[in-house]
């Protein structure tokens, strides 16, 4: 059985999280990346980057724009404060990240992110 916290709880861990991606110099990043690390997309978020309500950070500014990717076959994601810190690591394709209509990004591409959430647990 899993272990649940209540909201209160699930709020405070999560802003321990916004204050962590904000502590940097500048604002964080959300990155996707391939196997290997290197990143594929990277979108600079908002200071502050989310607002939490529920138990679920809501990443703000979006639409995050990458508007010239690296390119490459992404395999997950990782947050990091404005000076290059991970904050959050191990999201996965399918689980924490969903990429439509593929998780193939072309060199120079465009991408965007309408959508950016993470549920507290």
């Not at 290997?36 to 200071?47: C, H, P």
């Not at 969903?98 to 060199?107: A, E, R, S």
Request: net charge negative; glycine share 14%; aromatic share 4%.
């Amino acid at each position: 059985m899993p272990v649940i916290y209540p909201i209160p709880v699930l709020n405070n861990r999560l802003q321990q999280v916004v204050n962590a991606i904000d502590a940097g110099v500048s604002n964080g990043f959300l990155k996707l990346i391939q196997l290997g690390g290197a990143v594929v997309a990277s979108f600079q978020l908002s200071r502050p980057c989310g607002t939490i309500t529920g138990g679920v950070l809501s990443f703000s500014g979006l639409s995050l724009v990458d508007p010239s990717a690296a390119g490459g076959q992404v395999s997950g994601g990782i947050v990091t404060d404005g000076d290059g810190n991970t904050v959050i690591s191990g999201l996965a394709i399918n689980q924490e990240i969903f990429l439509t209509p593929t998780t193939t990004i072309n060199p120079g591409q465009t991408v965007s992110i309408t959508s950016a959430t993470i549920t507290g647990n």
